[in-house]
């Protein structure tokens, strides 16, 4: 997890629904700009937004601790 940003002008899509980001704070993971309760593990759909979770990938999909250890 490369940490979340703040802004007041954010145009950003969201990588996992699509949608614009208008809220003052998201994330920044991958490249790409997630709403907070979009970045989920893809395997056990665990949120990764809270504070001190890390996200891994593996074959361009986001992973928790848990699921990228398999």
Not at 5 to 21: E, K, M, N, P, W
Not at 23 to 42: G, I, P
């Amino acid at each position: 997890q490369e940490g979340g940003h703040q802004g007041s002008a954010v145009t950003q899509t969201c990588a996992g629904c699509g949608g614009r980001i208008t809220e003052r704070y998201f994330l920044h993971a991958l490249d790409r700009y997630w709403h907070n309760s979009c970045l989920k593990c893809h395997y056990c759909h665990h949120p990764l937004a809270d504070m001190g979770t890390s996200c891994f990938t593996k074959h361009g999909m986001v992973l928790c601790k848990n699921d990228y250890s398999r």
